[in-house]
């Protein structure tokens, strides 16, 4: 059989946009020949639907959408795998399924539903779904398809050593006959997963001894960025069919004789990473229906790194930057946020807060009496210059973006309602040493479209400070970046205790302490923040869970 893997850019809840994506797709799709097109999990509804699947109106319009896709799709000579929103079956005790629907010649042939429901990191499907407890072969055009929606086909238990789940979709469904595995998904991307991915999959396709379809959703859902990447898999587990990264694709392989379109542009490593952060901002703001962004530009690199994301997502004509000085800014800070601008070609607004600040402090003078000049004074300046831009952003509809990292935001380096005020963390889970990594990379990339390097070169040199005081670094109360990157990997994204990362990186344990200790009071901020790109496999936010108010310490 000649099967399409359309992976489709869907919005959640857009049933009538995706809908229409979902038949535009389906023709194209005929078009190159195929016998069946597959789309991603959920491709109807979005993924994650999260609590809309508690409407019983979303349930309702959602099936009327995929009656209406079997209504409009009569004329194609094309089968549809179309993954929704269904109804769970009468006295269930959740009302929706994760499910996936057959269509052919203007009607639902047949459906299938999840069973097992991922319900760790950021899935929490347990919670909304109402899991299968049978599956059956889907006849499609003839062939004996073993239909995997997600997880299903993540179960392998030759290839875990540890298994979350008892059953083995997969191996039942081969176990009554089926003739090639396709496997629907929304797979949230992280550094790492695609290679993950391919390994699970390779092995399945030569353990059963069957042909493998792996259709991936692309595209940004709020915190959650999907990378595509859908491919096909012979019986020997060789790939003979590839889309790209990072892009709406289709691409179509035959399954008897194991070839297929090839248009990989797999980017690996900080270039990936890139392009993941570049397609979550675009998506984020698109979605939330904005057409423009605020930055403030320090000079510093971080504000440098999220600009240059923003004029890839959404063009120089939609970012505004706006410097402003403080009483302590130094006068490369100025100057190297205005050579940014002029070199990634955006609108560029001076905003001094240095009057502002006085007044504040005339304010509060008679308040502050007796008491001596500590953070406050500093997170005072922060916070004005977050009242400019939220003016700014009310004025010019624009949304700001925030440009804290994660290594400043892990150890409570930011201020609430100053620099933390905005609408999307563009590098909340992005490491103060990949910040440089990949600012690197954007320059690269400009200068391969011949636009030259945006980032200016002191940008890089400078050491990093907040400019709040006189003479302020970033190390006059952390370790070096490096050294508190490592620490952070290891407690953040592992849950690795103190001794063993002390032991581990040959470092003071009190030290690793000292962090810990920052890490831990600060989940209040953090919880506070605006959502941010997930692109490591431990982010902050929603697949991180840690109550604000407890008292377990290291």
């Not at 059989?1 to 995706?18: C, F, K, P, W, Y």
């Not at 009302?95 to 639902?108: E, L, Y």
């Not at 009496?369 to 500093?378: K, R």
């Amino acid at each position: 059989m000649r099967i399409g893997l359309a992976q489709i850019n869907n919005t959640v809840g857009d049933l009538d946009g995706n809908a229409a994506k979902i038949l535009e797709f389906a023709r194209e799709g005929e078009r190159a020949g195929a016998e069946a097109v597959a789309f991603p999990e959920l491709a109807l509804t979005g993924y994650p639907p999260r609590d809309l699947v508690e409407k019983r109106s979303f349930l309702d319009r959602t099936e009327a959408a995929l009656e209406s896709i079997a209504r409009e799709s009569a004329d194609l000579d094309v089968a549809l795998i179309v993954g929704y929103v269904g109804r769970s079956p009468d006295n269930s005790p959740v009302r929706a399924q994760n499910a996936a629907a057959v269509i052919d010649g203007g009607r639902i042939l047949s459906r299938q539903a999840k069973m097992l429901l991922p319900n760790y990191d950021v899935f929490d499907e347990a919670r909304y779904f109402q899991p299968a407890t049978s599956q059956g072969i889907c006849t499609i055009r003839g062939a004996r398809v073993a239909l995997a929606i997600c997880e299903d086909a993540w179960n392998d238990k030759q290839f875990w050593e540890r298994r979350r789940y008892s059953r083995d979709p997969i191996e039942e469904l081969v176990q009554k006959g089926a003739e090639v595995i396709i496997s629907i998904n929304a797979s949230p991307w992280n550094i790492g997963k695609r290679k993950l991915r391919e390994a699970i999959f390779h092995a399945t396709a030569q353990r059963f001894g069957l042909p493998l379809v792996y259709v991936h959703m692309v595209g940004g859902n709020d915190q959650l960025v999907f990378d595509g990447s859908s491919f096909a898999m012979t019986a020997k587990g060789e790939l003979a069919s590839k889309a790209r990264s990072f892009a709406e694709d289709l691409v179509v392989f035959d399954s008897a004789k194991g070839t297929g379109d090839d248009h990989a542009n797999h980017l690996r490593g900080d270039e990936a990473a890139f392009e993941a952060l570049v397609l979550g901002t675009r998506d984020y703001i698109r979605k939330c229906s904005f057409r423009s962004v605020l930055v403030g530009l320090s000079g510093g690199i971080d504000s440098a790194l999220v600009a240059a994301i923003a004029v890839e997502a959404v063009g120089k004509e939609n970012v505004i930057g706006v410097g402003m000085p403080g009483p302590y800014s130094s006068e490369h800070s100025l100057t190297d946020a205005r050579a940014l601008a002029e070199r990634l070609g955006i609108r560029f607004e001076v905003a001094p807060i240095k009057a502002g600040y006085e007044a504040m402090m005339n304010t509060l003078k008679p308040l502050f009496s007796g008491f001596n000049a500590d953070t406050t004074e500093e997170n005072l300046q922060s916070r004005l210059r977050g009242v400019i831009l939220m003016s700014l952003s009310n004025k010019f509809g624009s949304l700001v973006l925030t440009t804290g990292n994660k290594s400043e935001i892990a150890v409570g380096y930011c201020t609430l309602y100053g620099d933390m005020c905005g609408g999307l963390a563009v590098i909340s889970d992005v490491p103060k040493t990949m910040v440089y990594r990949l600012s690197r990379v954007a320059n690269c990339r400009s200068e391969k479209r011949g636009m030259g390097r945006p980032i200016p070169e002191n940008t890089f040199r400078k050491p990093p400070s907040a400019e709040l005081r006189p003479d302020q670094k970033d190390t006059d109360s952390l370790p070096e970046y490096d050294v508190l990157d490592a620490i952070l990997a290891g407690y953040i994204e592992r849950y690795e205790s103190a001794p063993e990362i002390a032991l581990k990186l040959n470092v003071s344990e009190e030290l690793v302490r000292d962090i810990v200790r920052k890490v831990d009071r600060n989940e209040y901020k953090r919880q506070q923040a605006a959502p941010g790109l997930r692109i490591t496999p431990k982010a902050f936010g929603v697949g991180r869970r840690l109550p604000i108010a407890h008292r377990f310490t290291e």
